[in-house]
């Protein structure tokens, strides 16, 4: 089962694994510098090219693999529409988003134009190709239709990106830049990261804890609520709409996460596994703090619209949002499932016929505790030190954090070398 699709999913996720690790050397090498210009103003070159070697070099790439390895798990061991594809729409995606972090950081704007149509492309790719699979296979259930919206807010996000970045180059939309740039983020943060990771934790949760006959009710309210608040957050600014608008599309994302959070103790609940391992523990604490935070937001927004709108309040709910839950999961998650996939890749057939190591071997789970709490403890120190404009934690709490994630993408990257 694995043998037939390993090569690709591991392909994307040893380039994401690199991005990632550039990404923190980077980090590493003007830590004060670059995080104090990021938390006064984003939006310029350097923060660009960094979020996107973030958001696309690394979540994404990590996120395409997983789906090219999940969805044909998930249908049955029914083949992708095509590898072929698979591997052309790698190239294409990975040359794009070179080009555009590359644009970026050399503030150019023609090749930011030329490559973030170029990234677009790639993502039509993937979509055409997990859309045939899904559509072929017509198994419909909570993972495979999250998987559907995910893949469909990811093209959309792209879409704006595109429409941006062409913008960069010819100018083309003028203030209309902003409303897309609002619309750009609701699509690819919420929609795209959202729905994936909710969906992919309703099979990778139960599989990891032995969990059967939890109640799957709350999987369509998540998904609901979810919906509705990237639709409306992205219209809201897409249309110039009042304020309250935006914090409609605010409480049902917050609606979605709480109920995530708590259809994600009931999996627990009826779990059959009582250590699953450290990865899947952080993946559950992070889901708990990312409902938490949104829902302290909904009512703060409401009493300080301003405070929350403002240029500090973004950059930390961005940070906690991107960094903190899809970082964090990401990370955890795949603390559990490279293991899992190069065990069964590299050993699975000669399992029980000669000596091999055992699962548990291939990585230790003390170090993925202590350096998924070392990340996690990092980011709040960095958040405190946006939140206080203090440089001193900006510097001490990014330096751990860019440090702490080399060692624990090194942790990952040496399960290759079992
Ligand atoms: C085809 C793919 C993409 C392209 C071409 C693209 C392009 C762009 C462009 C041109 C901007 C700058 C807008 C401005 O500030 O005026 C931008 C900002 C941003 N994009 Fe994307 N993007 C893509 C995918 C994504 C995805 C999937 C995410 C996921 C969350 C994302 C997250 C962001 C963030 C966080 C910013 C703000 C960064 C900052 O202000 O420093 N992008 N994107």
């Known amino acids: 089962m694995v043998s037939r699709v390993s090569r690709l999913p591991f392909l994307f996720f040893l380039t994401g694994l690199a991005s990632f690790a550039v990404f923190q050397a980077w980090s590493l090498a003007d830590v004060s510098a670059w995080l104090a210009a990021f938390s006064e103003e984003p939006r310029y070159p350097s923060g660009w090219s960094r979020a996107h070697l973030f958001v696309l070099g690394w979540a994404t790439m990590i996120a395409m693999g997983a ?47 030329l490559f973030a149509s170029v990234v677009f492309a790639g993502i039509l790719l993937f979509a055409f190709n997990i859309g045939a699979t899904l559509i ?3 198994a419909w259930n909570s993972v495979t239709a999250g998987c559907a919206a995910a893949v469909f807010h990811l093209v959309m996000a792209g879409a704006a990106g595109m429409l941006m970045g062409l913008n960069f180059a010819f100018e083309w939309w003028g203030a209309f830049h902003d409303r897309l740039l609002g619309a750009h983020l609701w699509f690819g943060a919420a929609g795209w990261f959202g729905f994936l990771i909710t969906s992919f934790s309703y099979k990778l949760l139960p599989m990891f ?17 979810l919906l ?18 935006h914090w409609i599309a605010l409480s049902c994302t917050a609606a979605a996460f709480v109920l995530y959070a708590v ?14 391992g450290a990865g899947i523990r952080w993946s559950r604490h992070l889901a708990i703090g990312i409902a938490t935070v949104t829902a302290l937001l909904v009512p703060l927004s409401a ?5 929350v709108l403002g240029t500090r309040m973004a950059v930390i709910i961005g940070w906690l949002y991107l960094w903190g839950w899809v970082g964090g999961t990401i990370l955890a998650y795949l603390s559990k499932i490279i293991p899992f996939l190069w065990w069964t890749h590299k050993y699975g057939s000669r399992a029980g016929r000669e000596k091999v190591p055992t699962m548990a071997e291939m990585i230790d789970d003390r170090k993925v505790n202590a350096l998924l709490s070392a990340i996690v403890a990092s980011l709040f120190v960095l958040v405190a030190g946006f939140g206080w404009n203090s440089p001193l934690l900006q510097t001490l709490g990014g330096t751990l954090l860019a440090a702490g994630s080399l060692f624990y993408a090194g942790l990952l990257a040496a399960v290759f070398a079992k």
């Open 303 to 307: 009493a300080f619209p301003d405070a």
């Open 67 to 113: 789906v090219y390895q999940l969805v044909p798990v998930v249908l049955q061991n029914r083949q992708l529409f095509s590898r072929k594809l698979g591997y052309a729409q790698y190239a294409v995606f990975a040359t794009g988003f070179a080009g555009l972090v590359a644009g970026f950081r050399a503030a150019d704007v023609k090749t930011v134009g």
């Open 228 to 245: 509705t608040g990237v639709w409306t957050g992205a219209l809201s600014f897409l249309l110039n709409a009042p304020a309250w608008c």
């Open 209 to 225: 804890h032995l969990s059967h006959g939890h109640p799957e009710t709350l999987q369509r309210f998540v998904a609901g609520f």
């Open 136 to 138: 072929a296979a017509n």
């Open 263 to 276: 259809h994600l103790a009931q999996i627990h609940r009826f779990r059959h596994k009582p250590m699953p």
